[in-house]
């Protein structure tokens, strides 16, 4: 049936990787995740230093262009299917959120945490033009947002501790925006949110958010490993979109909590 609105491969072995570049024979006005993404300016450079390193799967695009990708996560049954009227009024207030703060480039990953019996643990990364302007216009959206059955207002805001740093972590209210926006179907419509070393993180999860950090404050990113180094030797630094996974890695985790649907 195609995948992500590809119609045709062009198909390179290379040492232990397989690479795909997409063609896609739909016309330009097809509404489909390739034109979209057709809509959005390039980007730059890969993500290796943003990643943890225990991380599986990633990908990088562009979004200079909200309204196109925002109404396309928008169709996709899987990340919206239930969603409730209030629900769909918080997922166009982040949206409006997201748009006016967010910078030129979206990364998602999934990684492995220390205890395995937790699942894989998943964030999704955004540049921010004016950390200290969106940081407050969230603490401002949180605070205001109509309380949840069975949490309280003094829940909305709690903190991630490092040796060196206590991050604010912010509670979202209900929200099928992380799915949308990555394509990992979530168990949970909460997410959470915090600022750090000039991007927004989001995760359905504290623990994702508080390991991600830990592991990146130690240094313990992709950009050392020799596999990432050899997946991204030759390729080009500039791109619309980009997808790198460890398949053996992928398909174990086929059946925990962290859902990997392509489309």
């Known amino acids: ?15 232990d990787f397989i690479y795909f570049s997409g063609v896609s024979h739909y016309v330009d006005t097809c509404f489909n995740f390739i034109n979209v993404i057709r809509q959005q300016e390039s980007v730059k450079g890969f993500p290796g230093e943003t990643l943890p390193s225990t991380a599986f799967y990633f990908s990088k695009q562009g979004i200079t262009d909200w309204a196109s990708l925002l109404s396309y996560g928008d169709t996709q049954e899987y990340a919206t299917a239930g969603r409730t009227s209030e629900v769909l009024n918080r997922d166009r207030e982040l949206s409006r959120y997201l748009a006016e703060n967010t910078g030129q480039d979206l990364v998602a990953c999934l990684f492995q945490r220390e205890d395995s019996l937790m699942g894989p643990a998943a ?17 401002s959206l949180v605070n205001t947002a109509p309380a949840e059955e069975g949490t309280g207002r003094n829940s909305r805001i709690t903190f991630c501790y490092t040796p060196s740093k206590a991050y604010p972590v912010y509670r979202l209210p209900q929200t099928t925006l992380f799915t949308q926006l990555t394509g990992f179907a979530e168990p949970t419509s909460h997410t959470y949110a915090t600022f750090y070393e000039g991007r927004l993180l ?5 623990n994702s958010l508080s390991r991600y950090i830990r592991q990146l404050d130690k240094g313990e990113v992709l950009n050392g490993a020799i596999a990432y180094q050899t997946g991204m030797d030759n390729l080009s630094d500039s791109y619309h979109f980009m997808l790198m996974a460890d398949f053996d890695h992928l398909f174990h985790q086929a059946a925990k909590q962290i859902h990997f649907v392509p489309d």
């Open 1 to 15: 049936a195609g995948m992500m609105g590809w119609t045709e491969f062009d198909m390179k072995l290379k040492d």
């Open 202 to 206: 989001l995760a359905p999860d504290e």
């Open 123 to 139: 964030v999704l990364s955004l540049s921010v033009m004016d950390v200290a302007e969106a940081e407050r216009m969230l603490r």
